[in-house]
């Protein structure tokens, strides 16, 4: 059997609406991008929402949009994929890396750690899908409020350490009853192919900024400045006697186009009415087989403050080295199921070893990464699969094991 790790879910209602797309003689940032994003407020909650063509561009709109840049600092997790970080270099401020928790997911004390007067911002990543502990990160941004310097306009509104969240694996997922969106100041998803919603390529930049903040006005400036800071969007230019316009600031250009947006028009509503829930379905299917072996930890999926968008299923084996790790990948692989690594802690990574960062001063994210190995997760996964990708890992490990 040959399980890939993970198809684009693709279907009717898909092929229609980008179908669509393509027919109406408009195919880049238009009446669908305004769709996405219009579904993205409806269904999370938050106020405003941003489409643009990717997640790292998303995060890198949101920190210069804060003014941030050399001389600045950003913690991060050093558990993540390498954009969270990249987005920070980009405008060239420094990423901060700390250290994580057994759940994955950016360790709050070492947040507190890490806060100096030159700290702009923190972003935190929701690993897998499962929430970062948002108030914990919002009381402590509120209590660190003294050390803060303001040096830009939207800096001095806001005035303290802002809340950019990476969740880019986590639309959909629970905090305190609220969809994460309305959990940090500023919200990252991706849309890329892998991830839960996809548009092939795009992210979603949704605001929940606290008064006095407009979050309306925000938006516009936001929208202006990922379109080259141009006073008209393509649309509007195309139509008769619209051709003036000007630019105001030294945007970016990273729009997302209608033809794409169509994919995610169409995945929204599904994903929120069943693909969501199957996805939880298959994380539990996992979670009942390997809660009963000894070797296996199994990842957090729900507790009394927090729901996860299952967007990996995060298996770890217990007290295993990377190389056995490696070895019961190679044995899963053979058997036809790709599996994946999520991730290698951004120290292990030669840009940044090269930048000083030392795997020493991150054990936890060591620790998390040497034991896991992700296992496939999407919709499309019949029962017949899911146990045979359980008895395959199952064998695996037994066979490294002894
Ligand atoms: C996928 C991913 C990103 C980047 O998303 P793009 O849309 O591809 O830019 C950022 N952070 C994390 C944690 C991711 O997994």
């Not at 804060?66 to 558990?79: R, S």
């Not at 700290?119 to 929701?126: L, N, S």
């Not at 795009?202 to 800071?229: D, H, I, K, T, W």
């Amino acid at each position: 059997m040959k399980i890939p790790f993970s198809p684009p879910y693709i279907n009717q209602a898909v092929i229609d609406e980008v179908t669509d797309s393509l027919k109406s003689g408009w195919i880049t940032t238009g009446p669908k991008v305004k769709k996405l994003e219009d579904l993205v407020c409806e269904y999370v909650g938050v106020p405003n929402t941003l489409c643009v063509n990717s997640a790292t561009s998303g995060l890198m709109l949101a920190l210069k949009w804060y003014g941030i840049g050399p001389g600045d600092e950003v913690i991060v997790p050093a558990y993540t994929y390498s954009a969270t970080a990249l987005a920070v270099m980009h405008v060239g401020a420094t990423p901060v890396m700390v250290d994580v928790n057994s759940d994955f997911n950016i360790s709050v004390a070492a947040i507190e750690k890490a806060i100096t007067h030159k700290t702009k911002a923190i972003m935190p990543v929701d690993i897998a899908g499962w929430p970062c502990d948002y108030d914990e990160i919002q009381e402590l941004v509120e209590n660190k409020k003294s050390l803060f310097k303001a040096e830009s306009e939207k800096q001095t509104v806001l005035n303290r350490i802002i809340t950019i969240a990476d969740a880019a694996h986590a639309i959909g997922a629970k905090y305190k009853n609220r969809y994460v969106g309305l959990t940090a100041d500023i919200t990252v998803f991706s849309f890329h192919a892998v991830k839960n919603i996809t548009t092939a390529e795009g992210g979603a930049v949704s605001l929940n900024l606290p008064e006095p903040f407009n979050n309306q006005e925000e938006y516009n400036y936001m929208r202006c400045f990922a379109l080259n800071g141009q006073t008209k969007d393509a649309f509007t230019k195309s139509k008769a006697g619209g051709w003036k316009y000007d630019i105001i600031y030294p945007g970016m250009k990273i729009n997302m186009p209608d033809v794409l947006a169509a994919i995610g028009v169409a995945q929204m509503p599904e994903y929120f009415s069943h693909i969501l829930a199957k996805r939880e379905t298959i994380y539990n299917y996992y979670q009942d087989y390997f809660k009963t072996k000894s070797w296996a930890i199994i990842p957090p999926c729900k507790n009394a403050n927090k729901l996860s968008s299952c967007h990996l299923y995060a298996l770890r084996i217990k007290d295993i080295t990377e190389e056995q790790r490696d070895a019961i990948i190679d044995k899963i692989s053979s058997e036809g199921v790709a599996v994946n690594v999520h991730f290698q802690p951004l120290p292990l990574l030669t840009l940044f070893k090269n930048m000083g960062y030392k795997i020493e001063d991150y054990p936890m994210a060591y620790d998390n990464f040497k034991s896991e190995i992700s296992l496939p997760i999407y919709p499309q996964l019949t029962e017949h699969e899911l146990e045979y990708i359980v008895n395959t890992v199952e064998n695996a490990v037994e066979s490294c094991l002894c």
